[in-house]
């Protein structure tokens, strides 16, 4: 499995958890470097919306994942974006002022609605909403989340939601691409089972 | 609201075994007498298969200098074992030093003295890694309990303050960026008396965006589930209580469900599996 190692993520931590589960793993600054073999690509992200899509901009990440993912002739690898790596796949984020995202999912990526706290710190429980990675529609799962931004509800795709009031989009797929919020590569066992689940996906 | 969190502490510092250099994790008693626990590895191992919720390792000194490669090696292979976060601290005086742990695998890296004295280390970090990264540590001594007249407290760079000052000190470190503040009982450390909930409720009362970590007093599985009872949003972490043998996160655990409180549910779906 193929890791973006473009400047901006908990690389290392996102490795051990691929390795625990049995995957190899090919850190790739940029598709230049993708190796052609690759079945499986994980874009992790933190900090700040701005900062991770400028980086993803410079190394190629923004281009490459623009393209043609309709086909996995014209898009032969599956993409697994977390925490910020998922949300810079929106059509913009309002962190910081409003700046344009990847535009591969539809929804927006906003602050909790005045909701408080404002940050979604720690475990807490996640409701499946549509099958996802091996989970199913009903299943309810603890997940570690630290962030403050969040797709709604509504965005196209969502398959899974939490928070306050369960308002925020969690999970999404569009094509052969997911996204979770949360982070597997720290969510002990049921972190896991969504990293298998991508990897059985992708490699079958 | 997420759950509960329960955190087991590790102090560790470099002993020297037949001219080797080791890391050893500790325990102390306010912050002086120390004890030898065990190697930093086997303790880890033993927590992580008792769900944990987070992990913080400390590097007990003043300043990691020469000895950074050395514990970005031992950061490394703690991050491989653990499948919760991983906040390191201890030592930390610079954002390259920050930056070194972080790339070797720690999800935030946690500083106390170093912050105070200079709040812009902590924005120059939360600029680069992003703020949930980052833990700003505000470790206390009290001098006056909390009174009608606020109380006296001193901080690790010797200034003196009432509750009010501690808050003002807590609102700073929390614009200059810190995603998490850790509050930190230095005389109740290793005490098993309980945590100073007053304190801690005020001075997390300060803050309310921002998650706080309490710790510094936990004797008893009870001492974690009246601390949840009074501080439903923060963490409370503990170092002395998991030191000891005949103590688990398994305990506090039983202790926070039986409470009626909030806990993390284990992962157990039929026809899930975690591995390939």
């Not at chain 1, 995202?101 to 409701?127: M, N, Q, Y």
């Not at chain 2, 997420?2 to 560790?12: D, G, S």
């Not at chain 2, 709040?119 to 009608?148: H, K, M, P, W, Y």
């Not at chain 2, 007053?198 to 710790?215: D, H, L, N, Q, Y």
Request: charged letters at 20%; hydrophobic letters at 40%.
């Amino acid at each position: 499995v193929a890791l973006a190692d473009y400047g901006s993520g908990n690389t290392r931590s996102v490795a051990g958890a691929l390795w625990r589960i049995g995957a190899e793993v090919d850190l790739v600054p940029s598709p230049d470097h993708l190796p052609t073999a690759a079945k499986a690509l994980v874009l992790p992200g933190v900090g700040a919306f701005r900062s991770c899509v400028h980086k993803l901009r410079l190394s190629g990440w923004s281009a490459y994942l623009q393209g043609d993912r309709a086909t996995a002739e014209g898009f032969p690898v599956a993409v697994l974006g977390i925490c910020v790596g998922f949300q810079v796949l929106a059509r913009q984020g309002t962190e910081g002022g409003a700046v344009p995202g990847l535009g591969i999912i539809e929804g927006d990526v906003d602050s909790f609605g005045g909701s408080v706290p404002a940050k979604h710190v720690g475990w807490d429980e996640t409701r499946f909403t549509a099958p996802f990675l091996g989970f199913t529609d009903g299943d309810l799962v603890d997940f570690y989340y630290d962030h403050a931004y969040a797709y709604p509800r509504s965005t196209v795709g969502c398959a899974a939601i939490s928070g306050v009031g369960n308002e925020i989009c969690v999970a999404a797929q569009v094509d052969r691409v997911w996204g979770v919020q949360f982070h597997p590569e720290r969510s002990g066992d049921a972190g896991l089972a969504v990293l298998s689940g991508f990897l059985r996906e992708s490699y079958g | 609201m997420a759950r509960v969190r329960v955190i087991p502490k590790l102090l560790i510092r470099s002993a020297s075994f037949g001219g080797a250099d080791r890391w050893i994790a500790i325990r102390t008693t306010g912050f002086e007498k120390q004890t030898n626990v065990g190697d930093p590895l086997s303790q880890v191992r033993i927590l992580e298969a008792q769900d944990c919720d987070e992990y913080m390792v400390l590097f007990a000194g003043r300043h990691l200098g020469r000895d950074l490669d050395r514990w970005c090696q031992l950061v490394a292979e703690l991050s491989d074992i653990v499948s919760s976060p991983l906040t390191v601290g201890g030592g930390i005086s610079s954002a390259d030093e920050a930056r070194r742990i972080l790339a070797s695998g720690a999800d935030r890296v946690c500083l106390g003295r170093q912050v105070l004295e200079d709040g812009s280390l902590l924005g120059r970090i939360a600029d680069e890694a992003g703020s949930q990264a980052v833990v700003a540590s505000l470790d206390f001594q009290t001098i006056e309990d909390v009174n009608e007249s606020g109380g006296l407290f001193l901080l690790r760079d010797g200034r003196e303050t009432d509750l009010a000052g501690l808050g003002k000190v807590l609102v700073s470190l929390e614009r200059f960026g810190a995603g998490q503040i850790h509050i930190h009982d230095m005389d109740r450390d290793g005490s098993g008396m309980g945590l100073n909930l007053a304190v801690m409720e005020a001075a997390s009362g300060f803050i309310p965006r921002t998650p706080t970590i309490v710790s510094g007093g936990c004797g008893s599985a009870v001492h974690f589930a009246d601390a949840f009872m009074r501080l439903p949003s923060a963490g409370v972490a503990a170092s002395t209580y998991f030191a000891k043998r005949n103590q688990s996160p398994l305990e506090v655990r039983a202790q926070i469900a039986n409470a009626g409180l909030d806990l993390r549910r284990p992962f157990a779906l039929p026809g899930i599996r975690a591995g390939r």
